[in-house]
């Protein structure tokens, strides 16, 4: 069975730092896109980054560019997501998929493109 598995967040103050991470099984990992997502209450799922397969293509959402990083480790298949200068409005349950190889030419952000998904971590930033 193809799994994900986030972990990472938690509670900080605005301006401090988190690493998430994305643990991939059931699924040969190198040849596959990855994205992440997150979701706040009351709101749609909002693209946030994604990897092409080879880590060598990616993209980011406007909202935060220049402050988060994706990266693979493909030999322990999995993907991170560092998050520098974390602000109140990045509070959300962030989630990691696999893009489907039948839509691997389509748009990054396209929520649509993406399955499986894994479970979600929380990230809440205080003020």
């Known amino acids: 069975q193809v799994q994900l598995v986030e972990s990472g967040g938690g509670l900080v103050q605005a301006g401090a730092s988190l690493r998430l991470s994305c643990a991939a099984s059931g699924r040969t990992f190198s040849r596959y896109s990855m994205g992440w997502f997150r979701q706040a209450p009351g709101k749609e799922r909002e693209f946030v980054a994604a990897?092409?397969?080879?880590?060598?293509?990616?993209n980011y959402g406007d909202s935060v560019k220049g402050r988060f990083t994706i990266s693979r480790d493909i030999a322990k298949n999995t993907v991170f997501l560092q998050m520098n200068s974390l602000k109140p409005e990045d509070t959300a349950v962030y989630y990691c998929?696999?893009?489907?190889?039948?839509?691997?030419?389509?748009?990054?952000?396209?929520?649509?493109?993406?399955?499986?998904w894994g479970q979600g971590t929380q990230v809440t930033v205080s003020s």
């Open positions: 998929a696999f893009k489907q190889i039948a839509r691997s030419l389509g748009p990054w952000n396209n929520i649509q493109d993406y399955d499986p």
């Open positions: 990897s092409g397969w080879n880590g060598i293509t990616t």
